[in-house]
């Protein structure tokens, strides 16, 4: 995928076309799931990403080498010489986390990018086998864990107030909204005063949503794909009420408008993502 234009930030939600607002009340004509099928897709939710790396292996993320790009926070920064500490929540099998370790162990990278020691963290026990697998990986510099971010595990884990970053990226669309509280409130624990969460995940009206059919709706927002892994579509207000109320101030927050080319395809692909900085307010 080549990007055709530079992104453009923006807090406006997408307006829609008379044919996407189609689109979108067509996804409603079959109704919601089931209540019954929606309580198994949360209780399959750990089996069902542990059958996608089993189906997919390593080969289905490409390594995000955008994210220094992005968030420059990640850069080096003065720390006395002390190394800094950054968890990668749901790291699948380390696309994020490898290539920021690759440029620190690399001798030009030594000056341009900051130094930290990793956590990182999936759900499905494979992930977090092929993470351990990785030539790359090395336990003076990284720690792999499974856990569930939503429960009270990663503090057996990482201790409290340790962390200077965290990153979210494609994480929490992948979780059921009642617990993205959960998921918020633990990094704020782990993390240390000032400290920062970094946030990219599917926007409102991406056209991943807007692509889905009838039958696949769980709740508003909310949808299961074939493979029974779900996807949550973010708006800019929600993900700001979410941080803003469990004790972060909000650096930054936009949705992140992207045009690509499908060279394969040959077709142009309009992403939405939302994209965002919060940072950790000292306890009052
Ligand atoms: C869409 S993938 C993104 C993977 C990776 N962050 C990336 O961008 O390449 C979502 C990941 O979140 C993980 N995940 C889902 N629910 C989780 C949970 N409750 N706790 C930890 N990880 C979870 C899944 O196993 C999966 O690896």
């Not at 995928?1 to 076309?17: G, I, N």
Request: with cysteine.
């Amino acid at each position: 995928m080549d990007a055709l234009e530079p992104d453009v930030f923006t807090t406006q939600t997408k307006e829609l076309t008379p044919e996407e607002r189609q689109k979108l009340e067509d996804q409603n004509k079959r109704g919601f799931v089931t209540e019954f099928k929606a309580n198994k897709l949360e209780i399959d939710a750990q089996r069902n990403w542990d059958i996608f790396y089993k189906r997919n292996e390593t080969r289905f993320f490409k390594d995000r080498h955008w994210t220094t790009r992005e968030f420059k926070e990640l850069l080096d920064q003065e720390t006395n010489g002390d190394k800094r500490t950054l968890f990668e929540v749901g790291c699948g099998v380390g696309n994020l986390v490898f290539p920021l370790l690759a440029e620190q162990t690399s001798e030009e990278g030594c000056f341009s990018s900051g130094k930290f020691y990793f956590y990182a963290c999936d759900f499905s026990p494979r992930a977090v086998d092929f993470v351990r697998s990785n030539p790359l990986y090395d336990s003076s510099q990284i720690t792999a864990f499974q856990c569930d971010i939503t429960t009270q595990q990663v503090h057996e884990h990482i201790p409290a107030g340790n962390l200077d970053v965290c990153t979210l990226i494609f994480v929490l669309s992948a979780i059921h909204p009642q617990k993205f509280r959960d998921v918020v409130l633990n990094l704020w624990k782990l993390l240390k005063p000032g400290g920062l969460v970094l946030f990219r995940d599917y926007g409102l009206y991406d056209m991943a949503q807007l692509r889905f059919k009838p039958g696949n709706k769980i709740a508003e927002n909310l949808y299961v794909r074939q493979d029974g892994t779900r996807s949550y579509f973010f708006s800019e207000q929600e993900v700001s009420q979410l941080f803003q109320a469990n004790g972060y101030e909000i650096v930054d927050n936009a949705y992140v408008h992207r045009r690509t080319l499908n060279l394969k395809e040959g077709v142009d692909v309009p992403r939405i993502f939302l994209q965002g900085k919060f940072r950790k307010k000292p306890e009052e």
